[in-house]
């Protein structure tokens, strides 16, 4: 099934530890994104990419970076974990044609 | 910047009820805005787009309304069911520049049998 493919689904992390998300799409879309979802705060845009080659900052990017060296992939890095990066981490990304976004299931991220 | 509001208060309503979700959204007219579902320990998942010249748009038992005179989509589920329980989240892209989709935090609804 085409779609969204995050990993790892949870990890517990000590920190100052470096941690990276990963994320595959194989529907060949341009635009993706990367967000947190906190309880009572929604989700929160942290890096967006509009094509491979090409990223930019959302609203909460202090902490986290992120690369675009394809269509395919758009791993999230913390360079060094904090306690408040504590969150619910969701890839997605964007058909041009409908503007419909896809999610992939949340990669569960504990800081300790 | 662009600010959305979404009821944050859980929405109760009996089985076989219209459930009526609200996003309000101010600044900026959006080219269009969305509707998604997110049941618990899952991603999103897209229901319907209404684009900014569109009053209503509907599939199967969903509805949604957008009046961008009161900056204002109303979304609808007509003979509610327990299944329909999950929180709605409202999306919009404001028009010109890179597309930045900027959520709502989302509104619960429970549908009792």
């Known amino acids: 099934i085409a779609g969204i493919t995050q990993a790892p689904t949870s990890q517990i992390l000590a920190a100052g530890r470096r941690m990276t998300l990963r994320c595959t799409q194989d529907m060949r879309h341009n635009a993706m994104y990367w967000y947190r979802q906190d309880l009572g705060l929604g989700l929160r845009l942290i890096h967006y990419s509009n094509t491979a080659g090409t990223t930019g900052k959302g609203e909460v990017p202090d902490g986290y970076s992120v690369s675009r060296a394809n269509t395919d992939d758009f791993p999230l890095t913390l360079a060094s974990a904090v306690p408040s990066q504590t969150s619910v981490y969701f890839c997605a990304s964007r058909d041009r044609d409908s503007g419909e976004l896809f999610f992939g299931e949340g990669s569960r991220l504990t800081v300790l | 910047s662009q600010k959305i509001e979404q009821n944050s208060e859980a929405l109760n309503i009996q089985e076989g009820k219209t459930a009526t979700l609200t996003c309000n959204y101010t600044?900026?007219?959006?080219?269009?805005l969305q509707w998604y579902r997110q049941d618990p320990g899952r991603g999103p998942v897209f229901l319907l787009l209404i684009r900014e010249n569109e009053k209503e748009k509907r599939k199967e038992r969903l509805k949604v309304t957008f009046d961008t005179t009161l900056k204002q989509s109303l979304f609808h589920i007509t003979a509610s069911q327990p299944a329909d329980s999950a929180t709605y989240l409202c999306?919009?892209?404001?028009?010109?520049?890179?597309?930045?989709?900027?959520f709502g935090r989302g509104t619960s609804l429970i549908v009792h049998p």
């Open positions: 600044n900026y007219s959006p080219a269009y």
């Open positions: 999306a919009l892209r404001v028009p010109g520049g890179s597309y930045i989709p900027t």
